[in-house]
């Protein structure tokens, strides 16, 4: 006899079973990634245990669900809240936090890229300036000091940045990170938070 597919029901109704389901679809399509009923149903009860029954998380209610799955740096906790918030209410909704996490942990280098070009664009004005680069610096280099984390961060944006406005949009960031060894291997190994959802 066969396996009987994992119950939502127990911890929602029905109908937001249903309508997590085809969320699942929908982003698995749209992000050529397969999140597995297994997955969708942690998520759901990730939701269920710290969003109190609603459907979004508050900054406190995602930080404490995020440190159960091992990220406790709170400047982490607090750059990830904002990368995924993606509709800037102050709120993660399932639909976002499914997003963000697939992204990291299988996302395409440009849906991972995006993610971080808005983990860092701390203003979300759609452009990462030298400031928010020295706080990258300092989030990959911990050893560093602000000084250093500055240092590279001007030499970066005098690299990359074409325009020369003492900003990177998001090509330039993409040509940043794609060209030097230290932010191509954060980005792929250390510093891509190791959240677990199977």
Known sequence: ?????????????????????????????????DLSALETQRLLHMFARFGRGTATLTFEQFATAMREEGVTDPAAL???????????????????????LVIMRRGTI?????????????????????????????????????AQAQARANEVLGKFNLSRSGMLNFAEFKAAVLSDQLLVNTFWTTNMPAVTMA
């Not at 994992?6 to 997590?20: I, Y």
């Not at 750059?79 to 963000?100: C, P, S, W």
């Open 110 to 146: 440009d849906h991972r890229l995006e993610l971080m070009f808005r983990t860092f664009d701390l203003d979300a004005n759609g452009y990462i300036d030298a400031s928010e680069l020295a706080v990258l610096f300092r989030n990959i280099a911990t050893s560093w000091t602000a």
């Open 1 to 33: 006899m066969a396996a009987a597919a994992p119950q939502f029901s127990a911890t929602v109704g029905s109908d937001q079973a249903r309508k997590l389901e085809k969320m699942r679809e929908r982003i698995n399509s749209a992000c050529k990634v």
């Open 78 to 100: 607090q750059q990830a809240f904002t990368a995924f918030d993606t509709n800037r209410d102050g709120k993660v909704d399932i639909r976002e936090m499914t997003l963000g």
